[in-house]
């Protein structure tokens, strides 16, 4: 990974996974190393809006506030993938 954008953009597109599917453990482990990446990078108080269009994201890195957006297309992506052939996605709950 090799920018913050790239970050933010990653974690964004499996977060709208999660936000849709909490259940789907495999979603989950991702969205969580994607917020350990965004630790890494200083990243914090994310807040996300969107529109018909674009996510707009507003966050602080390294205590500075930046804004950055995003194509609804794009973020969502993976989710519309996951819809339309939910057979090849299937939930594998972790064994106890």
Known sequence: MGSVQDVLYNWLTIKVVCDARPEDTAAVETKNHFEEMLSEYKISNIDITVDDVLYYVTYYHENE?????????????????IN?????YVNYPEEE
């Open 65 to 81: 506030s930046k804004k950055t957006r995003f194509p609804r297309e794009l973020i969502e992506i993976m989710l519309n993938q």
């Open 84 to 88: 339309l052939e939910p057979d090849k």
